[in-house]
Structure formats: C-alpha cells, structure tokens
C-alpha cells in the first residue's frame, strides 16, 4: 500500500501551481493526450495490478485455512464439507490491499461468498437466498 501512496503523492506533485497537468507531465507518465476522462485513476488502477498478483493456493494450504476456522463457514457459520465447493475469501478485499495471511483468509460456502457482494450477511433475505441456492447445487 505505502507504494501505491508514493505514487498517489508524486502524481500530486506533478500539478501545475495552477492546479492542472501539463501535456508533457502528462506524456511523461504514459497518459494519451488529450487525457481521457478518470485518468488518474486509471493510472493508479494499472499501478495496482502490476504491483499485486493474486496468489493461487495449494491445496495444502486451502485445507490449513479451512481446519484453522474448524471447517465452518465464516459467513453463515454452517459446517463445510471438504468435497464441496467452497471459497477461500478475503476479510479484507484483495481489491483494498487485503493480503494473503491466514489472519486475513477466511473458508466460505460458495454460495455464502457470491451471495456476500450483494447481501447483509446478517439479513433474512441472505438465509432465503442461501437456502434456495444451496438447494439448488
Ligand atoms: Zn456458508
């Protein structure tokens, strides 16, 4: 994260006392001129991905993370079985600078994590939803 904050700052640093970006600064950073809309952001988005690649894990070690929470799904609390399918999800997203320690991975049903993005996990439309889906697996 400190690195994706440096580039944040140097990016900053490169306005203009005027506010703006000069067409060489702009060039300078790999930006097509005229800039295209959310630039910045772009450019901080293509930063992030070069600087992080998403882990695959071995089967060894999906089995730790599942026996290190008792082989319960952290989001329903249901029992998982170790042949069904099952996810290993982020407490804090990948997408935020959450990293692969196993303080930070934690076992979810299949249906719990894709039900998660769009549900309260807590609500009574995620334990119909996660009834319906289950069944239907
Ligand atoms: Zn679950």
Redesign the pocket.
């Known amino acids: 994260m400190d690195e994706l904050k440096k580039l944040i700052a140097q990016i900053e640093a490169l306005k203009s006392p005027e506010g703006g970006y000069t067409k060489e600064v702009l060039m300078s950073l790999g930006v097509p001129w005229p800039p295209p809309k959310g630039w910045k952001r772009k450019l901080i988005k293509q930063a992030k991905a070069m600087k992080r690649e998403r882990k695959i894990f071995t089967s060894l070690e999906r089995k730790a993370v599942l026996e290190s929470h008792g082989s319960t799904?952290?989001?329903?609390?249901?029992p998982?079985d170790l042949k069904a399918l099952?996810h290993i999800d982020h407490v804090v997203p990948f997408s935020k600078g959450g990293d692969d320690d196993m303080a930070n991975l934690r076992p979810?049903?299949k249906?719990?994590?894709e039900l998660k993005g769009t549900t309260d996990i807590r609500s009574v439309q995620f334990a119909a939803a996660?009834n319906k889906r289950a069944g239907a697996q």
């Open positions: 799904c952290y989001l329903c609390q249901r998982i099952w979810t049903h249906v719990c994590n996660w």
